[in-house]
């Protein structure tokens, strides 16, 4: 008997049932949060902050699993690969939008393999000197950079970091010669700064505030769309004449592509309400995370724009691929 366009379609809602099925009664069992970075950052903190508020709506643990290494791909891969019924989230950030630029191959395709369903928050990013700098203002500093082409030493994380392409994107937005100078992490970057060797630098605010608060760091300008709330009398870049540079940094949490719409959209409700939450935002702001949830398709829009706008910077600061 010749296979009919109705028995096809009868195949397909028969193949349906299940998963609308799982959709009704999920989640039925603990759901698992993928963080590639190591327990204690800010971004783990967040998760961590988040999936408390979750597990109570849903009604199922909500537990982090840290999986630091490899500019985040293992994690990602473990839950690109990870079956799609919404049990293995990631806790995606603009690392995931850096990674598809950067890397010459990944085993996944960040825009296709993953389901962004809301964003969690955004954090700031800052250019810094040492509080003996004699730099005392962001202007002051591209005056000597503009003036001294090749002189000015801006500290950065490992190559390839957000901070260190937002430092390049400083650069190229300021159109000053100056030399950015790659760290192997933020204790390294205040060391150098502190002592001397690098005349400013560019680094998360979170890890470096209390420094700034005592007064052995100055923030010359962050370089969000507005004021970091913890330092409401540091300018923003804009703020300070660069009105092209606009960096911060963000994270979201996504399941493996194909998951069950019903199962997304009972994730969203809950990670929206979590993140929405008076007491969850209060501990948000402590880690200098401003607090901002989104619907699916802002998150993917998110997702998109960053991997167009750091692949962009990646290309015009000639960094090689991995």
Do not use: C
Not at 102 to 129: C, Q, R, V
Not at 274 to 298: F, G
């Amino acid at each position: 008997m010749p296979i009919t366009k109705r028995h096809l379609l009868t195949l397909a809602a028969a193949l349906a049932l299940p998963l609308a099925a799982a959709a009704q009664t999920y989640p039925t069992k603990p759901i698992r949060i993928i963080v590639p970075f190591g327990a204690g950052g800010v971004a783990d903190l967040t998760a961590r902050v988040v999936a408390q508020k979750m597990a109570e709506s849903l009604g199922q643990a909500v537990v982090v699993d840290n999986r630091p290494g490899a500019g985040g791909v293992v994690a990602a891969d473990l839950v690109a690969k990870s079956a799609p019924d919404g049990y293995t989230l990631l806790l995606m950030s603009n690392g995931n939008a850096v990674s598809a630029g950067l890397f010459n191959t990944l085993p996944f395709d960040t825009l296709h393999d993953f389901a962004p369903i809301s964003t969690l928050g955004t954090f700031d990013i800052a250019i810094l000197t040492s509080a003996a700098s004699r730099f005392k203002t962001l202007p002051e500093l591209l005056a000597y950079a503009k003036a001294n082409p090749g002189k000015l030493n801006v500290g950065s994380i490992n190559i390839g970091s957000t901070q260190h392409l937002t430092a390049e994107l400083f650069k190229s937005t300021a159109g000053a010669d100056l030399q950015i100078v790659p760290f192997n992490g933020t204790p390294a970057v205040v060391t150098a700064l502190r002592g001397g060797q690098i005349d400013a630098a560019v680094e998360i605010l979170a890890p470096v505030l209390a420094q700034i608060q005592g007064k052995a760091l100055r923030a010359l300008a962050v370089t969000g769309e507005k004021r970091a709330a913890a330092l409401p009398d540091v300018p923003t870049a804009r703020e300070s004449g660069l009105a092209g540079l606009n960096a911060s940094s963000w994270n979201a949490l996504a399941a493996p592509a194909k998951t069950p719409a019903a199962v997304l959209a009972r994730l969203n409700k809950d990670i929206v309400a979590a993140v929405n939450n008076a007491d969850v935002r209060k501990k948000l702001a402590e880690l200098n995370v401003l607090a901002q949830s989104s619907t699916p398709a802002q998150a993917s829009a998110l997702l998109a724009s960053e991997v167009k706008r750091w692949g962009d910077v990646i290309v015009q600061a000639k960094i090689p691929k991995q």
